[in-house]
């Protein structure tokens, strides 16, 4: 199924590039698992070249069907809920960055409003929670950044500030905020870019723009090994809030935060696949739920 999901978000786009961002995967990684649909069907869906990306016949004629296909597999867990009668178990997956608060207000309006409704948490990162809404995996998802997906729809709930985290004795101990043309002189660490690739990708941009041009990634999504790089004085990092999981893998290192300036802010936002939250659809009620927390 996540193979045809690949296929009709390409056919879509008609661009490796823009698809992988719609999925909030790597392009490699996108391409590769078309070669290998296009090895399992024996045919080749796309003609390629170096300026456009093109169906082939054997592409057009697939296309509506997956989508039918898709459509209908995503029906399966209403048809289930109306045939039964039995309380609705609703998936909800939870980005690293979200707040306490948030998740709390999220959780107490989804008990009280839904008394029939039974949530099961999904913690993930941003790029593969957006993956698994895609592949109907996921019924809603706390993510952080923007969603580049023609199929998904969000609601902004939370906006906090960024911090830096930058070892002790780098120079900023008896400061409380730091500018990026200070940063210049250290390199910039992340985990790899497909945990959350859109903001990583704007990340990037600004910190280029700003001099910060020197770049640690820390295979894995090792988040330990990246508080041995900052703590050890090789690189700074961003991170969110006190509370985020970035910020806790810092627990009693030798590290301070900053606040920036100019501030980025980590955005935390619902999300969920539109075409379950038309009226009637088994999504509606809950979004919403969140339409009401984001105003109010």
């Known amino acids: 199924m996540l193979h045809l999901r690949y296929f009709v978000a390409v056919a879509g786009e008609l661009n490796f590039t823009r698809a992988a961002a719609g999925l909030h995967m790597a392009t490699s ?20 070249s170096h300026h456009k990306l ?20 995503d029906s399966v867990p209403q048809l289930v809920r109306e045939s039964t009668g039995g309380p609705r178990t609703v998936t909800l997956g939870l980005a690293p960055e979200v707040s306490p608060e ?42 952080h950044g923007p969603v580049t997906s023609g199929r998904i729809s969000t609601v902004l709930l939370e906006s ?7 070892a002790r004795a780098a120079g900023f101990d008896d400061r409380t905020s730091v500018g990026y043309a200070e940063l210049a002189h250290l390199p910039y660490a992340s985990i790899e870019h497909d945990a959350a690739p859109e903001i990583y990708r704007q990340l990037d941009n600004h910190l280029t723009k700003a001099g910060v ?24 990092t961003i991170v969110g809030g006190a509370h985020g999981t970035l910020s806790k893998v810092f627990a009693g ?4 935060f900053l606040d920036l300036e100019p501030s980025p802010q980590i955005t935390t936002s619902a999300t969920w696949c539109h075409d379950r939250a038309q009226p009637g659809g088994p999504l509606a009620d809950l ?9 109010g």
């Open 29 to 48: 990684p996108l391409s590769q698992r078309i070669k290998d649909l296009e090895r399992e069907l024996g045919t080749t869906l796309f003609v390629r």
């Open 54 to 73: 093109e169906l082939t016949t054997a592409g057009e004629t697939l296309l509506p069907a997956a989508r039918e296909i898709i459509d209908r597999f």
């Open 102 to 143: 948030l998740r709390s207000t999220v959780l107490q309006a989804l008990a009280t409003r839904h008394a029939d409704v039974t949530v099961r948490l999904t913690p993930a990162s941003s790029g593969p929670l957006v993956q698994a809404l895609l592949s109907g995996e996921l019924d809603l998802a706390l993510i």
């Open 160 to 166: 906090r500030p960024a911090r830096v985290a930058v």
């Open 213 to 236: 041009r020197q770049r640690i990634i820390v295979e894995g999504h090792n988040l330990g090994g990246l508080a041995h790089v900052v703590a050890s004085g090789q690189a700074f």
């Open 253 to 256: 290192e030798a590290v301070t």
């Open 287 to 295: 979004v919403a739920t969140m339409h009401d927390i984001a105003h």
